[in-house]
């Protein structure tokens, strides 16, 4: 009898005739390690194999069955996911699967009604699935009720942990766990579940974190690449036409489509196709989805164009993901990051990428969305850019989105790799944060018992405790918590005025959005509503504001036609500096990249001469003319951030001035005194000398602020968690001794 065999039969039998139902002619490597993981051993598992390997299934089969044989006194399995929608969808397959088994499965967030939610309470079993949110206000409202509830609980599943590593939502989780384990006085098995994780050794450390298990970390034969890949590229010709027919409302007429060829290529691409169109924005896709529906109409064919992305309601989402899922639907969806992780949408024939992803985890998610049910993934990522004028400066002659995009597509081929998971060290928003709710949670407690059940949370380990007693007292000052006569902590009116709202339980930036309503109907959610009359896009349509409701925070608006940009604020994430090496890397070399259409080739030919002839690869700073120079550090998002700081540091010596910086592509100034190589020549010495201080490059003015909680946390602790997680001091400093070699 052959592993597969043997795991096989060890399933009960509705597990193995909903194998035969879906035509699974053999178990996949992904399913047999994980059984023998979860059947042979205590330890816990990372299962990390590509989209559609069945990862899901390799999880649940074996926890299922033992829930089945062995069935415990409450909740036995809790699934964690990012996104109410990969609930929703996890929620159908497994439901589907357990109706034979007797196990109940429920899923509980923010759309789900209040009478199934009810039920589990009343009777806590089988498998939970939740977000991380509604798994906070359990915590803080339901405290007394954790034992009953998670008593007997078995195995943590939590899906799509690229997503979660490294930020305060994925710590929150952690953190989540080891509360419940201290109240339930054990410790769950967990499984964490992603196709793109780089350095799975430091995944699998983030995810046993406080729970006293190995790991184990099945190592799957690298499949074969069989991708279907194209890139092109369009010139914007003439920008200013493109506005010409712009209305008094700010609307593009429908003439503006046909002098935009990188928008009738998009179309082209994914007509009579079943597709995704991912923009790595919520505006660019508003503006995508509302540009193919103009398309369409211009043309005279049917509108099959869907959109999803968080700021849409709950029901144009499931609408587009119901769609998707009918394969008698030639449909295609514009989508952000909410598409990308593992919702079940059948069978799709191609990915288009509108400009480059952000990282080659995000590349992997998407491509790996199609080609399922045997067929090679196919992606063809599109990119438009306005025509440098002659005199362009020197940086605004280089392609750096197709550039990114080739930098991440070769590494992967050449060398499979992905981002290794960041580790945040210094979490002050989500300390501030979890203060409150264990303070909430459990009730009055003494500082030093306090401090002891926060810091000893896993994400904490790196908190000094005179950083945590800093905190505590600006708390106590602002009235977050106060002191009774008995010298122990409460909640204060600060405080208690935060955890009133359910959106304390949320860890992420959020904003005090309006709901957009055309009569019945839920659109989705804007942050800052037009006057009366004014127009905005959203869920790719242009909608006229009716009435705003302040109080009730809600915008009643009619469709009218037209099509109109978006804002919102955002952050596009950080970039590697593999990516940048990479980049630089590919204007060296004469590579022909086959996957380049006729336009890319020719542009990326035109890049690499403009790189040569000015010597930018050779010489990382360039003298553009006069005062006026330019640094290509090829450096990620961190060490950019941290060379950018300590030249500005140290500008008064060169007089430098007029610091202007593009992604983390290259940085522009003016420099009156000495030249490159005296500038160079003083900072590889002081590197050497000093070596570079985080501390020194924030300056006492600034105020850091970018999780959701850092505007309750003092200006010294931020300063000093930006210098620990926003710089890095190392790298930036190879480089500088690097691009004094090159002199």
């Given at each position: ?211 006293g298990r190995k790991t184990d970390i099945p190592v799957f034969e690298a499949e074969q690449i069989r991708w279907r890949l194209g890139m092109e590229h369009f010139f914007i010709h003439d920008k200013s036409l493109d506005q010409s027919g712009a209305t008094e409302k700010g609307n593009i007429a429908d003439n503006s489509t046909a002098l935009d060829a990188g928008y009738e290529y998009m179309y082209d691409c994914v007509k009579d196709k079943k597709s995704l169109v991912f923009s790595n924005s919520r505006e660019d896709t508003e503006y995508v989805c509302a540009t193919l529906r103009q398309i369409a109409e211009k043309r005279g064919e049917r509108d099959i164009f869907l959109i999803h992305h968080g700021n849409l309601s ?430």
């Amino acid at each position: 009898m052959t592993e597969a065999d043997r795991v096989f039969e060890r399933f009960p039998d509705f597990i193995k005739e909903f194998i035969y139902s879906n035509s699974w002619e053999e178990l996949r490597a992904v399913q047999i390690a994980a059984a023998k993981t979860i059947f042979e051993s205590d330890n816990d598992l990372l299962l990390t194999s590509s989209t559609a390997s069945g990862k899901t299934e390799a999880a649940f089969f074996p926890i299922i069955t033992e829930l089945y044989y062995d069935p415990p006194a409450s909740i036995g399995a809790l699934y964690i996911a990012p996104l109410k929608s990969l609930i929703n969808d996890q929620f159908e397959r497994i439901d589907t699967l357990l109706e034979e088994s007797g196990i109940k499965v429920t899923h509980w967030h923010g759309d789900v009604a209040a009478s199934h939610k009810k039920k589990l309470l009343s009777k806590p079993e089988g498998i939970l699935q939740i977000t991380p949110e509604s798994l906070e206000a359990m915590l803080i409202n339901r405290s007394n009720d954790i034992p009953r509830l998670f008593g007997d609980l078995r195995y943590v599943v939590i899906d799509e942990i690229h997503t979660l590593m490294g930020s305060d939502r994925g710590n929150q989780i952690i953190c989540q766990l080891a509360r419940i384990s201290k109240l339930i006085g054990r410790s769950p098995r967990r499984i964490g579940l992603s196709a793109t994780v780089g350095e799975p050794r430091s995944a699998a450390d983030w995810l046993s974190a406080g729970s006293g298990r190995k790991t184990d970390i099945p190592v799957f034969e690298a499949e074969q690449i069989r991708w279907r890949l194209g890139m092109e590229h369009f010139f914007i010709h003439d920008k200013s036409l493109d506005q010409s027919g712009a209305t008094e409302k700010g609307n593009i007429a429908d003439n503006s489509t046909a002098l935009d060829a990188g928008y009738e290529y998009m179309y082209d691409c994914v007509k009579d196709k079943k597709s995704l169109v991912f923009s790595n924005s919520r505006e660019d896709t508003e503006y995508v989805c509302a540009t193919l529906r103009q398309i369409a109409e211009k043309r005279g064919e049917r509108d099959i164009f869907l959109i999803h992305h968080g700021n849409l309601s709950a029901s144009l989402r499931e609408e587009a993901e119901m769609k998707m899922r009918d394969n008698d639907i030639h449909a295609v969806t514009c989508a952000t990051v909410t598409m990308e992780l593992g919702i079940d949408i059948g069978k799709l024939e191609r990915i288009v990428q509108n400009d480059a992803p952000n990282s080659v985890s995000s590349f992997l998610q998407r491509l790996g969305r199609s080609g399922r049910r045997g067929q090679p993934p196919e992606m063809m990522t599109v990119f438009r850019e306005e025509e440098p004028l002659p005199n362009a400066p020197l940086p605004q002659l280089i392609p750096w989105g197709l550039l990114r995009a080739i930098a991440i597509t070769q590494l992967y081929i050449e060398e499979r790799f992905i981002e290794p998971p960041t580790e945040k060290k210094q979490p002050m928003s989500l300390l501030f944060h979890q203060t409150l709710s264990v303070l909430a949670s459990s009730g009055e407690l003494s500082v030093a018992e306090l401090a002891k059940r926060v810091l000893s949370l896993p994400p904490f380990k790196e908190i000094s405790r005179d950083d945590y007693k800093a905190l505590i007292v600006s708390m106590l000052n602002s009235d977050m918590i106060e002191m009774t006569e008995e010298k122990g902590l409460i909640i204060g009116l600060s405080g208690e005025r935060l955890l009133g709202s359910f959106k304390f339980y949320a860890v992420f930036n959020d904003s005090e959005d309006f709901t957009v309503r055309c009569e019945s109907e839920e659109i989705g959610t804007i942050t800052t509503p037009p006057p009366a009359g004014d127009r905005f896009a959203l869920a790719g349509k242009v909608w006229e504001v009716i009435e705003t409701d302040v109080s009730r925070r809600l915008v009643y608006v009619k469709s009218v036609e037209g099509k109109m940009e978006i804002s919102w604020p955002g952050d596009y994430g950080e970039i590697h500096t593999r990516i940048l090496e990479r980049m630089k890397q590919i204007l060296c070399e004469d590579t022909v990249y086959p996957y380049l259409k006729e336009n890319a080739r020719r542009r990326l030919d035109i890049a690499r001469r403009v790189a040569r002839a000015t010597g930018m690869t050779k010489n990382s700073l360039v003298h553009l003319g006069g005062y006026t120079w330019c640094l290509f550090p090829w450096l990620g998002t961190r060490s950019f951030r941290t060379l950018r700081k300590f030249i500005t540091l140290h500008a008064h010596r060169f007089g430098i001035s007029g610091i202007e910086f593009e992604g983390c592509y290259y940085i522009t100034f003016r420099m009156e005194k000495g030249d490159g190589e005296e500038l160079i020549r003083y900072m590889r010495e002081y590197v050497e000398r000093y070596g570079i201080d985080p501390l020194t490059l924030v300056s006492s003015k600034e105020l850091p602020v970018f999780e959701k909680y850092d505007r309750f946390v003092p200006g010294e602790l931020l300063r000093y968690a930006y210098s620990v997680d926003k710089l890095n001091t190392a790298e930036a400093g190879a480089r500088i001794c690097d691009i004094y070699k090159e002199y």
